[in-house]
């Protein structure tokens, strides 16, 4: 008998949190130079908006949402850690919120990963160029 107990508020704890509203990033840790926030179970139906705080410094963006919209993607932003509010447009009543990261790549992995694709393509044209004058000679031997 208690295990249907147990069973039971298992599964009405499981069914009011699919109720509750979320905002959740797409990374916990953005490099890629942007960052995808996702609503997700609102029942609220006045409008919304997220506010987007960065918590190293007074940096502070706002973003309305419109009445069906569950996902907005963001880039641009500098380095370092942020907070995501979904809130209430009337009365500014949070919702939810979620916590992420920016970390961008070190320049110098990008001019070493250009550096080394642009020698790879100047030994294929040489290796193409080389093939072709090869071929060139070769037909005007045989011609003679």
């Known amino acids: ?3 249907a107990r147990l069973v039971m508020l298992v599964m009405i704890t499981m069914s009011c949190n699919g109720l509750a509203a979320s905002l959740r990033a797409s990374d916990e840790v953005a490099t890629a130079g942007f960052i995808t926030l996702n609503v997700e179970n609102t029942a609220v139906k006045s409008p919304q908006h ?10 502070s963006l706002t973003l309305n949402l419109a009445p069906q919209q569950r996902a907005v993607t963001i880039s641009g932003l500098s380095d370092g850690n ?6 209430t447009t009337e009365n500014n009543t949070i919702i939810a919120n979620t916590t992420f990261k920016v ?3 070190a320049v110098n992995l990008a001019l ?33």
Not at 50 to 59: E, M, P, R, T, W
Not at 131 to 140: F, I, L, M, R, S
């Open 50 to 59: 997220i506010q987007v705080q960065h918590l190293d410094s007074d940096f």
């Open 103 to 105: 970390e961008h790549h």
């Open 82 to 87: 942020y907070r995501a509010t979904l809130m």
């Open 112 to 144: 070493s990963l250009f550096a080394l694709g642009l020698f790879l393509f100047l030994m294929l044209v040489a290796f193409i160029s080389y093939g072709h004058v090869k071929n060139n000679n070769t037909e005007q031997e045989g011609a003679l």
């Open 1 to 3: 008998m208690w295990i």
